[in-house]
């Protein structure tokens, strides 16, 4: 059975082409964007070092779990509850997983389209600032609506040939961007500044929120809570093993996460600029910082290139989601699905598009106080993932039972049994336990 549905729903074509692919959806604005202004936030180093644990601790067993369950059921996040546990409730969980998706697509490609415009916006060196930029609603609307375009074309061409080949083609050049960015970043005068930073820890400034957000960092990050890493799952060859897959991916993504740092910090202090600067850390700061070096706006338009095709590989995997979803279990084509998608994200994502300086209260909504997209990444990018890896977790270990899953992690090689107790450990206790009382915190 699993051969049949391997053919009819494509299947990577190497163990490279799924670790990119996945990697591809686990890079992306999270890192580049979101990381820096996190860890800039919160005081530099004594984040970076939590963030880590979280990321070994908490991220890891959600990544294998998921996995796990997408390549054992071969199924999209709803057909693989359902394959487990038949009639139940818990395909809702896979349910929400699609719908946080959809969420968080409409939003993240609004940023994206940012950073996609930012490109020209370098290139011919016009000076507006980002507040003036992300004001005229015509041209919002527009890189919205390109980027999700760009996301919806590559989808459409399915797998194989869609997001294999160009995670194949993208990510070996957003690494090798990155390095020279960075070598470019930590040359600068004043650098070492950026670096004490960003690598000597003050663990003085660890509060609560510190922790909270170290903690939903890493979900963001790695693509974890909504059932990416289990769509990417089902396509996995028979043999591939998820161990090796998921602390590949884990690493990668860990890793660009920390060159991401190593760019921005050094030309952060080297410009005399302060770190917390906010989410509009990259777009707001990084302009300035290519105008006052040399050969800048070249710099500029190579890194917003950069963040560009990373931010594409991440919106590819979130409608990737929806599309198996619709492909799977209601046997749409996948170009019906994978159009009728992007315009509930279009229409999703307008308020999010107007509400940076267009649509005053949508800017700054009453009782809550924050953007309509800083909603949207609350509710989708923060709280939905949370409940999602919650109940993941519950899931796993109560209903499909942890041995099974061990089973399918290990694939019964002898050398990976020392991995069991501490899964066990992480999966049934220390996961839920870290997730409610982070949930309880963010609700009060
Ligand atoms: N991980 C991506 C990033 O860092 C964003 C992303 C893609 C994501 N797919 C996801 C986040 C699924 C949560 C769930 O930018």
């Not at 059975?1 to 799924?18: T, V």
């Not at 769509?231 to 920390?258: K, N, Q, R």
């Not at 302009?287 to 919106?315: C, D, E, M, Q, Y």
Request: hydrophobic fraction near 55%; include cysteine; glycine fraction near 10%.
């Amino acid at each position: 059975m699993s051969s049949d549905n391997q053919n009819s729903r494509g299947c990577w074509n190497s163990r490279l082409g799924f670790i990119l692919a996945a990697a591809g959806s686990a890079i992306g604005l999270g890192n580049i964007w979101r990381f820096p202004y996190k860890v800039g936030e919160n005081g530099g180093a004594a984040f970076l070092i939590l963030y880590l644990v979280c990321v070994v601790l908490l991220g890891l067993p959600i990544m294998l779990a998921e996995l796990s369950l997408g390549k054992f059921t071969r199924r999209n996040p709803v057909g693989a509850f359902q394959a487990i546990k038949p009639g139940g409730n818990w395909k809702i969980v896979g349910f929400m997983g699609v719908a946080t998706g959809v969420g968080i697509l409409s939003y993240y490609a609004v940023m994206a389209g940012y950073s996609l415009g930012y490109i020209v916006k370098i290139i011919c060196c016009d000076g507006r600032t980002f507040e003036s930029f992300a004001a005229n609603p015509a041209y919002s609307i527009l890189l919205f609506v390109i980027f999700t375009i760009l996301t919806a074309l590559v989808v459409r061409g399915g797998i194989k040939n869609g997001i294999e080949r160009w995670a194949k083609i993208l990510m070996p050049i957003l690494l090798g961007l990155l390095v020279i960015l960075i070598i470019r970043s930590v040359t600068l005068e004043g650098a070492g500044e950026g670096l004490a930073f960003y690598f000597r820890p003050d663990f003085s400034k660890v509060t609560g929120k510190t922790l909270l957000d170290a903690l939903g960092q890493a979900f963001f990050s790695l693509s974890l809570g909504m059932g990416a890493m289990i769509t990417y799952g089902s396509y996995l060859p028979e043999d591939a093993s998820i161990f090796s897959s998921g602390c590949s991916v884990a690493l990668f993504d860990t890793l660009i996460a920390i060159l991401a740092g190593l760019l921005i910090f050094p030309a952060l202090f080297s410009a005399g600029l302060q770190p917390d600067e906010g989410p509009s850390l990259v777009f707001k700061v990084l302009p300035r910082i290519f105008s006052s070096i040399p050969a800048g706006n070249i710099v500029g338009a190579a890194f917003f290139i950069l963040l560009s095709i990373a931010a594409l590989t991440s919106t590819i995997s979130l409608l990737e989601v929806a599309t198996a979803y619709f492909v799977d279990e209601k046997h749409w084509l996948r170009k019906k699905a994978v159009w009728v998608i992007s315009g509930m994200v279009l229409v999703l994502g307008l308020p999010s598009a107007l509400s940076q300086g267009i649509v005053p209260w949508l800017e700054d909504l009453p009782i809550i106080h924050t953007s309509f997209l800083g909603m949207m990444d609350w509710i989708f990018g923060n709280l939905m993932l949370e409940v999602g890896a919650l109940l993941l977790a519950i899931f796993v270990v109560h209903v499909w039972k942890t041995n099974n899953v061990i089973g399918i992690i290990t694939g019964g090689r002898p050398g990976l049994k020392m991995i069991e107790k501490p899964f066990r450990f992480l999966m049934a206790f220390f996961c839920p336990l870290i997730i409610i009382i982070l949930l309880i915190f963010l609700i009060f």
